[in-house]
Structures are given as C-alpha cells and as structure tokens.
C-alpha cells in the first residue's frame, strides 16, 4: 500500500503542479509562394530517428507561420505541402539547445508528384528569443579531457566564473566530479541552476542551485549552458546548466569507460633539504579510478525505449598538514604525540545506477520515468580498513540520493529528490 500511494502522488503532481518549460527546441518558420504571399494550411512535417514516434505534423496559421516544439536533439527532415503546389522537402536539419531554429519556405505553383529537395546548413541564429546559450554536444563531452563532471565541462564556456564547493575558489585541476557552484556577469556564486531535462535537481543549500549528486555528464545527448536571456521560467537572474540524457533508441546501443591514476603516475621533488625542515611527504594523490558501462534501445519499437548505466569513481588523496594522534582512544593519555605510522587520507567516491523509461502513450503523449540511486562514501581514511571500505561500504558516511519524475508533454511533472545519511566507523592497521 505504501508504494501504490506513493504511485498516486506522483500522478497528482502531474496534474496539479504549475507549468514547467521542458528546455527543448523548437522549429518555427513562415511559408510564403512565389510571389512573397503568406500560405496558410501548408502541412509541415517534422521527421527524426530521434522521435519516438517518428513524426510531427502541423499547419500553417493564417499568417503562413508554424511552430513545432519540444523537439529532442537530433537531425530531422521537413516537409511542406499544399494542394495545388510543389512539395518541398528540407534534409538534414540539426536540431540542438532549447532555442526556436528558424525555416522559412517559399512553395511554387506545381503539379502533386514534384517535389523539390533542399539541403544545406541549417540556420545558426535564433531570431526568435533573447537567449543567449552555449550548447555542448555528446561527441564534445566524450572527447574532452575532464573528469567526467559538469564543473570542469562549464569551465570552456565563456562569460562564466567556477568556483570550488560553497563558493571556495578553484585553484587547481578537480579530480573527481564534485559539486562546483557558477555564476556569470559577476553574480552570487550560487545564483547558477543544475537541471535534468528541464527540472531542477539540486539540493536546498547554498540557494538549492547545485548538490553533490554526481551528474550524468558522461551519458547526456547534450549540456544547454544558458547564460542570460532567460525567461519567466527562470529563478534568477543567473546562469542555468541543462543536461539533456539519453533515452534509447530503436536501436541497441552502448558504451563503457574506464580510467585510474595513482602515486604510481607522478613524481615529487622532496629532497633531503626539504626532508631536514620536516617536509616528507608532499600532497599526493594515492589512488583515482572511474568506470562506468551503459546500455540503451528499444523494449517495443516506436512504442517504448530504455536507458540504464552504472557509475563507480573514487579518489584517495593525502592530507598535507595532517598528523594522527598517537594517543587517540587511550583514556592514559590527554596530550598529542604525532603517529607517523598513520599517513592521514581523504577518500570519496560514489556508486551510481540510473534507468531512464520513455513511452508513447498516444500520438501526441509521451511518458517519460527517470530512477536514480547514489551510494556516496566520504571522509578520512587513517586505516587500512577504511581505505579498501571506500570503495564497496560506507567507511565515513554514506549519502543515498533517489529522483523520480514522470513528464509528459503537457510540460508537466515533479522532480522528486531524497537524501540520506548515516554514520558508521571503522579501525584496522595502515596499509
């Protein structure tokens, strides 16, 4: 019973809760004839592997214009026609950010089996909204050398500033995925805004614009990083960050990454100078890993698709500055003495699984449902026991974070995030 009434809510809220503007595309235009007159009824077509039900149709107002919205990432063809005119046919056009791409057509007089087929570049203004965005394509996300987290991916985009957790400026390269809080044009640095296809995900601190959930970077369609122009959908005034995930296919397809990096990849320059003023070792980074596999296509074609991946990444680095106490627990004992047989660690990491179900219900519904779990392990890691639990069990803490959100094309839906966390200690001998 406790799950069926969970079910419900989540259904009501996609009834009650007020618009919510899904950060897709659009493709808008006006069709004119030879003579630079308007056509009204013009039926326009929109076609794409990247719809799950293959097509979108509408016509032309009695200005001569269309729109067609929500459109997903992707390369599409279009198609205009009227009784009495030639038919024109428009390949290969890309589809990408959450902007209006305008195509404009002028139909001739003709007979019903012409058609006339145009290629070439698509528009790369938007002439149609103020926004002012930077998007950043799969193939770009998979080729540049990050760490796989939407910090160091913003870093390439201009006008934005990056700073480290609750706002501590980045002075160095991240290694892992953390959170990292944005602004632009010299805002608050937590005025910038994390979403997942158009809701927010983010946690209540620091102005609720970002949280420490790691990010599916690695297996979206496309980041939408919108700098300003944003309109009554927006929060403030800052810059926002939309992840646009994969959602399958009616093709199989899928991916796998692996990465790792330790002391055994660097070198240090203490010296035995260094080493007489008492500096022995230097910050190092023990130990890096992050791997990940993910899978995606059709349960039934052109009806319903899947996505699921699985994430595991780690870091343990050395504090420098840090000694452990050598009287820690003994109850003899209420002064320090430094153990150097304890060398003092930071360790984080996370395991993740996520699946991602979308569904025609009709032919102008689509449901979609996203499930995700974190698993985090953080803290210090003085042990040998602690160290390996890292990476299966929580050795500090351990943070569980779920999303549900189901969404249809009313441009409506919830999201739904929940945290945990507990405590647990463990002891054993430095490795």
Not at 147 to 166: C, M
Not at 257 to 280: H, Q, R
Request: with cysteine; proline share 5%.
């Amino acid at each position: 019973m406790r799950h069926v009434s969970r079910t419900l809510l989540v259904l009501a809220c996609v009834v009650l809760f007020p618009t919510l503007a899904r950060a897709q595309s659009s493709v808008a235009g006006i069709v004119r004839d030879a003579s630079g007159a308007v056509l009204p009824g013009v039926t326009v077509e929109v076609t794409s592997p990247a719809l799950i039900e293959k097509s979108r149709t509408t016509t032309t107002d009695g200005g001569g214009q269309y729109r067609i919205t929500d459109l997903p990432p992707g390369t599409y063809a279009m198609t205009f026609s009227l009784s009495g005119f030639t038919t024109v046919k428009r390949d290969a056009v890309a589809i990408s950010g959450s902007g209006v791409v305008p195509v404009n057509i002028d139909l001739r007089v003709g007979n019903l089996t012409e058609t006339i087929t145009v290629t070439g570049e698509s528009p790369l203004v938007d002439t149609q909204s103020t926004r002012r965005e930077t998007v950043i394509k799969a193939d770009t996300l998979a080729t540049l050398p990050a760490t796989r987290g939407y910090g160091s991916i913003i870093a390439t985009v201009p006008a934005l500033n990056i700073g480290g957790v609750a706002g501590a400026g980045a002075t160095t390269a991240p290694t892992t995925p953390d959170m990292m809080f944005f602004t632009a044009h010299g805002g608050d640095s937590s005025e910038g805004r994390v979403l997942t296809n158009g809701l927010t995900l983010a946690a209540p601190f620091g102005g609720g614009g970002t949280s420490t959930l790691t990010y599916d970077v690695a297996n979206a369609e496309e980041m939408q990083v919108l700098v300003s122009g944003g309109l009554g959908e927006a929060e403030t005034g800052g810059p926002s960050l939309n992840m646009v995930p994969k959602s399958g296919g009616n093709r199989f397809s899928g991916s796998a990454f692996y990465s790792t990096s330790g002391d055994w990849a660097a070198s240090n320059n203490v010296d035995d100078e260094l080493k007489a003023v008492g500096i022995t070792q230097p910050p190092t980074l023990r130990k890096n890993w992050d791997w990940s596999g993910s899978l995606g296509g059709p349960i039934k074609k052109d009806r319903l698709w899947f996505f699921g991946s699985v994430r595991q990444w780690g870091n343990q680095s050395v504090q420098d500055g840090v000694q452990a106490n050598k009287y820690a627990g003994d109850p003899a004992h209420w002064d320090f003495a430094p153990d150097p047989t304890l060398e003092p660690r930071n360790a984080d990491g996370r395991n993740i699984w996520n699946i991602r179900l979308t569904g025609q219900a009709t032919q102008k519904n689509r449901v979609q449902f996203y499930a995700e779990h974190q698993q985090r392990c953080s803290g210090s890691s003085l042990t040998r026991a602690a160290v390996r639990a890292a990476s299966r069990a929580p050795a500090g803490s351990a943070r569980g974070a779920s999303s549900v959100r189901i969404q249809a094309l009313l441009n409506r839906g919830p999201a739904i995030t929940t945290f945990r966390t507990t405590s647990r200690r463990r002891r054993g001998r430095h490795r």
